[in-house]
Nanobody, 122 residues
Framework: QVQLVESGGGLVQPGGSLRLSCTAS????????MGWYRQAPGKQRELVAT???????NYADSVKGRFTISRDNAKNTVYLQMNSLKPEDTAVYYC????????????????WGQGTQVTVSS
């Protein structure tokens, strides 16, 4: 079984910064990609950023230049550094990962974390 555990959410003023972390644990043979999604009240879940284990990244246009995704392969951990936060960044942020649990697994499975609340307000 694979678990994703997020941390780092909270309340921050506009213009402030937060750093989210997500660590994958359990049966992990390989990780293909990890990423962050967010869901604001009354809205659909949307992509924030992804990072492939080889290092290539992808960002939503709304966060480009403000957010940075990075990873520590040895720790199976992905980070999201969020700077210049805006009220519209307020949402529950979810970590996800495409993981091959075992060497004999036929492919990747997608896993989700429980979510962490980020609130940007004065």
């Amino acid at each position: 079984q694979v678990q994703l555990v997020e941390s780092g959410g909270g309340l921050v003023q506009p213009g402030g910064s937060l750093r989210l972390s997500c660590t994958a644990s359990g049966s992990i043979f390989s990780i293909t990609v990890m990423g962050w999604y967010r869901q604001a009240p009354g809205k659909q879940r949307e992509l924030v950023a992804t990072i492939r284990w080889g290092g290539s990244t992808n960002y939503a246009d709304s966060v480009k230049g403000r957010f940075t995704i990075s990873r520590d392969n040895a720790k199976n951990t992905v980070y999201l550094q969020m700077n210049s936060l805006k009220p519209e960044d307020t949402a529950v942020y979810y970590c996800n990962a495409d993981i091959r649990p075992y060497s004999f697994s036929t492919g990747d499975y997608r896993y989700w974390g429980q979510g962490t609340q980020v609130t940007v307000s004065s």
